[in-house]
T-cell receptor
């Protein structure tokens, strides 16, 4: 069975400081891992994905995530937060075995940016 | 950039009534999905659809739910007799290939309110 745990329900940082959103996963198979962002009243936008290539994945808007198999983690980072980064962030996992794999989402982390 | 579009953005329905949520996936995509997000909770998988049949469904997707691709462009979710607990945001998604190769692209969702 697959699952995702997002360790923080809410993270608040000052503008210009680093962002760290934590995610741990559990998967029976080689996982595909994703980070999605959801702005208010909008859908889920893909930030980045890991599908077995490089373990350090770069995404849009300056975000990146590192796949660490030994720690079963896929934490999302950004060197310098911007006010527009305020949103809900979801870590997600899918196995790479099924033909039309569902995505399992974490419970989300709300990121607030202080001026 | 091509988008997944969902209509309506907000649907209000009396309990016990049938409701149809509509989605237009990205035109060259072959895999289609519905997810839901109850207010304040995580995004949950409902069903995946490929080659005109359901590939996988969750335990949430009971006999009250059905999906259909009535023509070459639309993908619909029908709830036959709505309950109060069906109130949620419903997201449609599509992907060109399986999720191991291509991520799922999400629409902005339909907010379903059951009175």
């Amino acid at each position: 069975a697959q699952s995702v745990t997002q360790l923080d329900s809410h993270v608040s940082v000052s503008e210009g400081t680093p962002v760290l959103l934590r995610c741990n996963y559990s998967s029976s198979y080689s996982p595909s891992l994703f980070w999605y962002v959801q702005h208010p009243n909008k859908g889920l936008q893909l930030l980045l994905k890991y599908t077995s290539a490089a373990t350090l994945v770069k995404g849009i808007n300056g975000f990146e995530a590192e796949f660490k198999k030994s720690e079963t983690s896929f934490h999302l980072t950004k060197p310098s937060a911007h006010m527009s980064d305020a949103a809900e962030y979801f870590c997600a996992v899918s196995d790479r075995v099924s033909s039309a794999s569902k995505i399992i989402f974490g419970s989300g982390t709300r990121l607030s940016i202080r001026p | 950039e091509p988008e997944v579009t969902q209509t309506p953005s907000h649907q209000v329905t009396q309990m016990g009534q049938e409701v149809i949520l509509r989605c237009v996936p990205i035109s060259n995509h072959l895999y289609f999905y519905w997810y839901r997000q109850i207010l304040g909770q995580k995004v949950e998988f409902l069903v995946s659809f490929y080659n005109n049949e359901i590939s996988e469904k969750s335990e949430i997707f009971d006999d009250q739910f059905s999906v259909e691709r009535p023509d070459g462009s639309n993908f619909t979710l029908k709830i036959r007799s709505t309950k109060l607990e069906d109130s949620a945001m419903y997201f449609c998604a599509s992907s060109e290939r399986t999720v191991s190769n291509q991520p799922q692209h999400f629409g902005d969702g339909t907010r379903l309110s059951i009175l």
